[in-house]
């Protein structure tokens, strides 16, 4: 059960030391990638560089680096060993993401981290990642519906929840391509605290940072992608302002071109699970505004006429149907629907039935093929690889959740 709140989180690191500085990142599309194009121009600018994002892709520690690379399962199992003691000595009864941030943080600490780039597990004003007080620049991303029953119903109670990141004293920078209704709460809220804020664009960024006109146009990027580097390099040169490091983060933009988030729009190759050479592309596509997303990458990218689009499509419990797979499936299109297993550290995670997810496809008017194969994912793809011949192919699992696809 997910019960948000600050009072375990507060007694469970209260004798942590948090010797570090923060970049404290909410949203609800967009907070993994910024967080990856922050740590990623910290550690190429030699800054000694923690990351916590969630959920993990594949191990439970895989969500937890260093230098951008993914900590020891030897240190991670024995910090949160001595986390879950702490837990049970002090009667706290955490609940599992609490765990997970309280050993983040003392292993941001243990590992001498100088800034600790820190992704919002859900919502902001309640999230345990916002017992944070030494943060240096809060970012807000783009914030679409998610996690209703936890944050609200419309957005504007949705963006209230994020925006209770945002401190007195601590300068803000905050996606401007959200919607009109979300930008009106977030800057009510800054206005109220009297905090310096950037409304990010590429367009603003790119005058910031020159070299970012040449990324731009050098990289086939999606527009979400552009706004998210904005927000990444902006909020990197505000927290450059406040510390001791004279760096400037356009010459670190090149680097920018070498910064992967693995799940997001990632080419992968599937061989040698599968009889194909081709690569399959892989997102995890987990509400509406993202299926947006997606749907029109593929529609640009793979798309041919007269060759249909073959899913391989997994959909966490609770998610709206119709809002995510709508804009993924157009005539002719083939499916073969799976489940994917339990999430270690993840126990409320499950996913929807199979055959109500195929039945709800076959529906959508002209579509191909459809199977439902419940957890055997290898022959989904042995399918999905048959079906799709040498067309496209893509996988969507649609929730954050990719393990057990990668």
């Known amino acids: 059960m997910i019960e948000l709140g600050l009072s375990r989180i507060s007694r469970l690191v209260q004798y942590t030391a948090f010797t570090w500085k923060a970049i404290h990142v909410a949203g609800t599309n967009g ?20 990351r916590f994002t969630s959920p993990h892709l594949i191990d439970r520690w895989d969500c937890i680096t260093i ?18 003691q702490r837990n049970q000595s002090l009667g706290v009864d955490a609940s599992e993401f609490e765990l997970l941030t309280a050993t983040a943080f003392e292993i ?11 992704e919002v597990g859900m919502g902001g004003r309640l999230d345990a990642t916002n017992i944070l007080s030494n943060v240096l620049v809060s970012v807000i991303a783009k914030i679409g519906r998610d996690h ?24 803000c920078v905050v996606d401007g391509t959200n919607d009109a209704e979300v930008l009106q709460v977030i800057q009510s809220r800054i206005k109220e605290l009297g905090i310096d804020a950037t409304i990010a664009t590429p367009d603003i960024a790119s005058r910031r940072f020159p070299r970012l006109v040449s990324l731009f146009n050098d990289l086939d990027l999606e527009p979400h992608q552009r706004t998210n580097i904005a927000c990444a390099t902006l909020a990197l040169q505000k927290a450059f302002e406040q510390t001791q490091y004279h760096l400037n983060v356009d010459d670190l933009v090149p680097r920018l071109s070498k910064i992967e988030w693995p799940g997001r729009l990632q080419l992968l190759s599937m061989r040698p699970l599968i009889n194909r050479e081709e690569p399959v592309l892989i997102d995890g596509a987990h509400n509406g505004q993202s299926a947006n997303v997606l749907a029109g990458y593929v529609n640009r990218k793979l798309r041919r006429q007269g060759v ?8 966490s419990h609770g998610k709206d149907l119709s809002e995510i797979l709508q804009p993924l499936m157009q005539s002719g299109d083939n499916a073969a629907i799976v489940a994917f297993g339990p999430v270690d550290g993840m126990p409320w995670v499950k996913a929807t039935d199979t055959e109500r997810v195929a039945e709800h496809i076959k529906s959508i008017s002209n579509i191909g093929k459809v199977e439902a194969f419940g957890t055997d994912i290898l022959s989904a793809l042995t399918w999905a690889s048959q079906s799709a011949k040498q067309g496209p192919f893509v996988i969507a699992v649609t929730d954050e959740i990719t393990k057990g696809y990668t």
């Open 308 to 315: 249909p689009v073959t899913w391989v499509i997994a959909v």
């Open 108 to 118: 941001f600490d243990r590992e001498h981290v100088e800034i600790g780039v820190v």
């Open 31 to 50: 907070k993994g990638s910024i967080t990856s194009y922050v740590s990623g121009l910290l550690t190429a600018a030699g800054v000694r560089c923690g």
């Open 148 to 171: 209703e029953a936890f944050l609200g119903n419309s957005m504007e109670a949705i963006a209230n929840e994020k925006a209770g990141i945002l401190k007195d004293g601590v300068p």
């Open 67 to 84: 230098n951008d690379k993914t900590v020891p399962e030897s240190l991670f199992r024995q910090v949160e060993e001595q986390i879950k």
